[in-house]
């Protein structure tokens, strides 16, 4: 069993849904991290979290350490938000991220 | 500036050349890190620098050679390359343990 699971693998959404993506860990983290990459592009950081939840513009990261989770909302999707979701881990006092395998949305308009 | 840059964009490359890939950033990160990307799976790590100092090489085979010349530079150095090599090559370099920026990437292809 990988050590980062998300869910679902793919997702297709109509512009405008509300859109949630979810990461599950089985170690002890000491943050967690929301990674965008569009195709054939590189990856741009989302949300680096150790507790609670963050915001910014349409996308929110909640994460509930007691039960080893995370998600990833997108409000208000658009086709700009196509692309992959990855959720990755960070353990201990390294510099060493574990990573899903990522989830592929796709916003038809 | 807030980017890290790669060059180049795209390497194709023999199986007996010698080449570079290069990335750079000036937002003061100490930490650096070479990743490397198969279609449709997630980056695998391959290298760490902090403070210009090696301090993770994930068993990569010796072909694959970093270099950290200053704070701002990182390199790999290519040599003999095999097929399965080809990939997308990711640079991303952080404040400490902070979030990790990326570069654009080197999509290599060795021949």
């Known amino acids: 069993k990988n050590e980062v699971e998300q869910s679902p693998q793919n997702l297709t959404a109509q512009e405008g849904e509300f859109i949630t993506i979810n990461c599950s860990y089985s170690?002890?983290?000491?943050?967690l991290h929301w990674l965008q990459q569009h195709p054939g592009g590189g990856i741009v950081s989302l949300f680096m979290?150790?507790?609670g939840k963050k915001k910014h513009g349409r996308l929110i990261a909640t994460i509930n350490i007691q039960e080893k989770h995370s998600s990833l909302h997108i409000t208000a999707s658009h086709p700009r938000d196509s692309a992959v979701y990855i959720c990755?881990?960070?353990?201990?006092?390294?510099?060493?991220?574990?990573f899903g395998k990522g989830t592929l949305l796709t916003v038809n308009p | 500036d807030t980017e890290v840059t790669q060059t180049p964009k795209h390497l194709v490359m023999g199986m007996t050349n010698k080449k570079s890939l290069k990335c750079e950033q000036h937002m003061g990160h100490r930490a650096m890190y070479w990743y490397k990307q198969k279609a449709k799976k997630p980056p695998e790590l391959m290298f760490v620098?902090?403070?210009?100092?090696?301090?993770i090489n994930e068993s990569v085979p010796s072909r694959f050679s970093p270099e950290c010349p200053n704070s701002s530079l990182l390199n790999l150095h290519l040599h003999a390359l095999q097929p399965e090599d080809s990939a997308l090559y990711l640079c991303?370099?952080?404040?400490?343990?902070?979030?990790?920026?990326f570069g654009p990437g080197t999509r290599l292809t060795v021949l």
């Open positions: 990755a881990v960070e353990r201990g006092s390294n510099y060493k991220l574990t």
């Open positions: 170690v002890g983290i000491s943050a």
């Open positions: 979290l150790s507790s």
């Open positions: 991303a370099s952080s404040q400490d343990r902070n979030e990790q920026f």
């Open positions: 620098y902090s403070y210009e100092k090696l301090s």
